[in-house]
């Protein structure tokens, strides 16, 4: 089946750094989503990617669609302690019946 | 966006029971997933409850074990049926929304 390889697995961080995490895989994804989940908690979807090469924004997070529709990365800026938590990049695939595929997620911890 | 409401949040369970998990959502939506979160792993896809008609389930998984009910497009429920500790997890209600998808916070289950 479909898997996406997300990287780092796990990041440790001083407050006020950037923060770049990516995911990668062997098919075509017509939309990426990026999600945030806090413990004990949903993801929470942060940024969704429609098109190849769009690069969108949200406040602090900035997230782009790779070219070729197989890469997606996910970057923050000047990371603040409410940043902690798991980031998950997601594939969704059309045609038929639409699924996403999640990655392992990058669990992010940031030291004040 | 859709806004979810997942019942229970949390539950401990013996083994050989079965607990039944409800999910509902704000709006009328076509389609509901529900995911399967083992402890510090990735979301992994149960099944997608169709309304009026039988879930589909994901390799691995099968009705007898997670029987799904869609009574209508705002609600759904999920059975774990004849429990084990191995079906200690976070389960998540999902809906899709224009090529989005939103999660509920979760039922947290705890199988001793």
């Known amino acids: 089946g479909q898997q996406l390889n997300q990287s780092p697995q796990s990041m440790f961080i001083q407050e006020g750094e950037d923060v770049s995490m990516n995911c990668t895989s062997s098919?075509?994804?017509?939309?990426w989503l990026w999600y945030k989940q806090d413990p004990g908690e949903g993801p929470v979807l942060l940024i969704a990617?429609?098109?190849?090469?769009e690069l969108t924004s949200n406040g602090r997070l900035t997230a782009q669609f790779g070219i070729t529709r197989k890469d997606s990365f996910l970057n923050i800026s000047a990371s603040i302690p409410s940043d902690v938590g798991i980031y998950f990049c997601a594939g969704l695939t059309q045609g038929g019946s639409e699924k996403l595929v999640f990655g392992k997620g990058t669990k992010l911890t940031v030291n004040p | 966006s859709a806004v979810i409401s997942q019942k229970p949040s949390r539950d401990i369970c013996q083994r050989g029971t079965s607990l039944t998990i409800q999910c509902q959502v704000d709006s009328q939506v076509t389609m509901m997933f529900w995911y399967r979160q083992q402890p510090g792993q990735s979301l992994t896809l149960i099944a997608t409850a169709n309304q009026g008609s039988e879930a589909t389930y994901e390799s691995g998984f099968v009705i007898d074990k997670f029987p799904i009910s869609r009574p209508n497009l705002t609600f759904s429920t999920l059975t774990v049926s004849n429990m084990s500790p191995e079906d200690s997890s976070i389960y998540l209600c999902s809906v899709g929304v224009n090529t989005e998808a939103f999660f509920g916070q979760g039922t947290r289950l705890t199988v001793v």
């Open positions: 098919s075509i994804f017509n939309t």
């Open positions: 990617l429609y098109k190849a090469g």
